[in-house]
């Protein structure tokens, strides 16, 4: 059995950034570090920082009050947003660098949590010097994904290669604001990185213990009220591809599959995004601590 002791584990840092792939329980994990060292627990994932859906986003704010604290750690950028709004990563860090001052201003250490990697990145190296977006060409390109995401991706060059929606229009929205593509922006030097770089924290257990965590917490997440949350996405018209297991819950929801069905695929579909994410890590994250179990 491991035990696992943050403090005798290793030094004290000014700051850390927690990661890994879904299930493997960093959130359990940072919370443990923050009691110890007085941290704050700052999101890094692109689902939890928006408000309802907290069962279906894994959020530590499942099935509790949401507020700005648990057991007296403070918790930011968790539940902030409503379903109908959309942010840039740009956004994103602007706001995790507010958090991080305020909370370096605060003699509390910033810990951030998360396994969105394009958040991970930005924090550590930043972001490209693209200049800001008219409102007029975000809602345009939007749009245009909405009606018809493949034709949209048909005009990015070929080195893009994402498919989330919301990063198939911010590459559409870079372009029709600059006449320059998003991959082109992307290769000029980055700006903007929190710095010091935080102490960086993998935890990144085998799929043989993941694969068990994600079966048994689903059910978990059903009897939490997830269904209720796929009614507030649908009614939202918020993008199911944008949080695993929303399109399973929403087709249920409108009788299109069944429990059983909705279950199985919901199951495989977090499976596959957590090798996804095991993948991401391996060949774009550089740890200074890599725990290889579920601590």
């Not at 493997?24 to 060292?37: C, N, P, T």
């Not at 870079?174 to 700006?191: A, N, Y």
Request: overall charge positive.
């Amino acid at each position: 059995m491991h035990v696992y002791n943050p403090v005798n584990m290793m030094e004290k840092h000014e700051s850390y950034i927690i990661t890994g792939p879904t299930a493997s329980g960093k959130s359990g994990f940072a919370h443990k570090l923050a009691m110890d060292v007085g941290g704050v627990i700052i999101n890094c994932d692109s689902v939890q920082i928006y408000r309802g859906i907290e069962n279906i986003s894994a959020s530590p704010f499942a099935n509790r009050e949401i507020s700005d604290a648990i057991d007296g750690v403070p918790y930011r950028l968790f539940s902030i947003l409503p379903l109908s709004e959309q942010i840039s990563v740009s956004d994103y860090l602007e706001m995790a660098r507010r958090e991080y001052s305020a909370a370096i201003s605060a003699n509390r250490v910033p810990i951030f949590v998360g396994g969105t990697g394009y958040y991970v990145n930005a924090i550590i190296n930043g972001l490209s010097p693209m200049p800001d977006v008219s409102i007029e060409n975000r809602r345009r390109a939007r749009q245009m994904v909405a009606e018809d995401i493949d034709a949209v991706r048909k005009m990015l060059p070929d080195d893009f290669t994402a498919t989330d929606p919301q990063r198939v229009a911010r590459a559409w929205e870079v372009f029709l604001e600059t006449g320059r593509h998003l991959t082109q922006w992307q290769k000029l030097p980055r700006i903007g990185a929190i710095t010091p770089t935080p102490y960086r924290i993998l935890i990144n257990p085998e799929m043989s213990e993941l694969r068990p965590r994600i079966a048994a917490r689903i059910p978990k997440m059903l009897a939490g009220g997830a269904m209720d949350e796929a009614r507030a996405i649908i009614a939202a018209g918020w993008d199911t591809r944008r949080a695993i297991g929303a399109a399973q819950l929403c087709a249920r929801v409108r009788g299109e599959i069944s429990d059983t069905e909705c279950i199985r695929d919901w199951i495989t579909k977090t499976n596959q995004y957590a090798k996804r994410q095991r993948t991401w890590f391996r060949t774009q994250f550089v740890a200074d601590t890599e725990i290889n179990y579920v601590p």
